[in-house]
């Protein structure tokens, strides 16, 4: 099992900025990809960005890049979202996950089917 805890939402003006962080614990592998997906109100949940823990490959949804970079620390054991030049679109309950293997690629890792696990999500919004 394997237990992720988001955090570092909140309520922002359009254009500041904000960092998420998703912890991990229980049976992690170095082998794994994180990431992270958001979910607006009415709407499913989509994909944000991506990476894969040992070789640190980053994927991004097309409407994030530029704007949000996803890392991660391996001594905290700790994945982070910087989100600048936030949008009042994206507003939504941010949802970190956790999937074994990598190298798959940005069609398997954008895939909400590919997460074993998945934090209880933090809530973003942005006024405009």
């Known amino acids: 099992q394997v237990q992720l805890v988001e955090s570092g939402g909140g309520l922002v003006q359009a254009g500041g900025s904000l960092r998420l962080s998703c912890a991990a614990s229980g049976r992690t592998f170095s082998s794994r990809t994180m990431g992270w997906f958001r979910q607006a109100p009415g709407k499913v949940r989509e994909f944000v960005a991506a990476i894969s823990w040992s070789a640190g490959i980053t994927y991004y949804a097309d409407s994030v890049k530029g704007r949000f970079t996803i890392s991660r620390d391996n001594t905290k054991n700790t994945v982070y979202l910087q989100m600048n030049s936030l949008l009042p679109e994206d507003t939504a309950v941010y949802y970190c996950?956790?999937?074994?293997?990598?190298?798959?690629?940005?069609?398997?890792?954008?895939?909400?089917?590919?997460?074993?696990?998945w934090g209880q999500g933090t809530q973003v919004t942005v006024s405009s």
């Open positions: 996950g956790y999937a074994p293997g990598a190298g798959g690629g940005v069609w398997i890792y954008s895939s909400y089917g590919t997460y074993d696990y």
